[in-house]
């Protein structure tokens, strides 16, 4: 048994969003055409580049409402897949309420290691601040957010100190399962680097509020590791809240930020509600 009496195989089972959910391929088809379809009405802040390696780029698309709020989103795929220009149609919800969006891009696995991916991440949300100004947005209201892989790089750069809050979805908070299951053949993680960029283990002393959520329908493996990181997380004292939705799969838990009346839009303006609190 490999980790939680699990073996391989079950192991490798319990992480694979793709075959748990029999019309994956359909979601990602569909983002893919609604994020184009958004990206062409709103060509203004595209690709914009804020690091040396090719996908180093951000898209910012502005509400129209001067000194609006920013949510900044990252894209999953575990690390090693998908493109920010698939996710574009999560802005249809912020949008909708008069929120900024940005989508930051960033070097897949094998080509990064995870660290360095975490580091370009980070190296995002500076950028996004220092160009709040020219962008139009108010650079003390910027709320960061993520699904999946985008849920742990969410947790890793919590600490950045532009960053009034964060939103992690679905979110993997633990390396350690996934340094020995199928992912780990592509992102060849040790002992030591599981650790060092697992979130859980890297607790801040104070932060800005995380809301943490997971779809009820999720594989048990994701749900488990949003509880168990919110438990750590209220432990701590920290402020945030952890709001599973119910009935909702690894794909259609991004359709409740979409919709701007989605149970996940929600909580983004709640965050931007909360952003005020002190570290």
């Known amino acids: 048994m490999l980790y939680r009496g699990m073996d391989r195989a079950a192991l490798d089972a319990a992480y694979n969003n793709l075959t748990a959910v029999a019309d994956s391929d359909q979601y990602l088809t569909d983002w893919r055409e609604r994020s184009a379809k958004l990206r062409a009405a709103h060509p203004q802040h595209l690709d914009l580049r804020y690091g040396p390696a090719e996908r180093q780029r951000l898209d910012y698309f502005a509400c129209g409402r001067p000194n609006a709020p920013t949510y900044v989103f990252i894209h999953g795929g575990y690390w090693l897949r998908n493109h920010k220009d698939g996710f574009a149609f999560v802005a249809e919800g912020p949008l909708a309420h008069g929120i900024n969006v940005a989508l930051i891009g960033y070097t897949l696995a094998p080509q990064a290691r995870l660290a360095e991916i975490v580091a370009q991440t980070r190296e995002g949300v500076r950028y996004i601040a220092a160009e709040m100004p020219t962008l139009g947005g108010d650079a003390a209201k910027i709320y960061l957010s993520g699904w999946s892989a985008g849920g742990h790089l969410t947790a890793m750069a919590m600490s950045e100190p532009s960053v009034a809050g964060g939103l992690a979805i679905s979110g993997i908070f633990d390396l350690e399962p996934i340094r020995l299951n199928y992912i780990n053949d592509v992102l060849g993680l040790d002992e030591a680097e599981a650790r060092q960029v697992s979130p859980i283990h890297h607790l801040p002393d104070r932060s800005k509020p995380l809301f943490i959520t997971v779809g009820g329908a999720e594989l048990p493996e994701l749900q488990r590791q949003s509880a168990e990181y919110w438990k750590a997380w209220e432990e701590k004292r920290l402020p945030g809240r952890f709001t599973p939705v ?25 965050l931007v509600g909360s952003g005020t609190e002190k570290r």
């Open 246 to 270: 119910a009935g909702r799969n690894h794909f259609s838990i991004l359709e409740g930020l979409a919709s701007p009346d989605g149970e996940i839009m929600k909580m983004v303006l709640d």
